[in-house]
């Protein structure tokens, strides 16, 4: 049985995540070194954090795993092709944990 909120509710409950996240999806902008080229990069904190971890697990800096994810890209801009390769590592993260 889905549980249903009235609108006051819904609002209060959306107003509580947005200031608690807001930390989490203000847009960070930061350089990094990709092939010894500097360059920029504006990604939301929670990205940026998960991407720290990343490096961290693979045991590389950020600047060696952000110039990984750019010899992958396929078209698309950086900032994205970060996004969606953070999104893939936590599925494979939550997958491995149903496991």
Do not use: P
Request: glycine share 6%; proline share 0%; net charge positive.
């Amino acid at each position: 049985m889905t549980k249903r909120f009235g609108l006051k509710t819904w609002l209060a409950r959306a107003s509580y995540f947005m200031n608690e996240a807001s930390e989490d999806i203000s847009v960070k902008k930061r350089s990094v070194i990709i092939n010894g080229h500097a360059t920029s990069i504006a990604l939301e904190n929670a990205f940026w954090q998960e991407l720290r971890a990343c490096a961290k697990n693979r045991k590389i800096s950020v600047n060696q795993l952000v110039s990984d994810i750019d010899a992958a890209r396929h078209g698309t801009n950086l900032s994205s092709a970060i996004r969606i390769f953070i999104l893939k590592s936590l599925q494979e993260k939550l997958a491995g944990a149903g496991s």
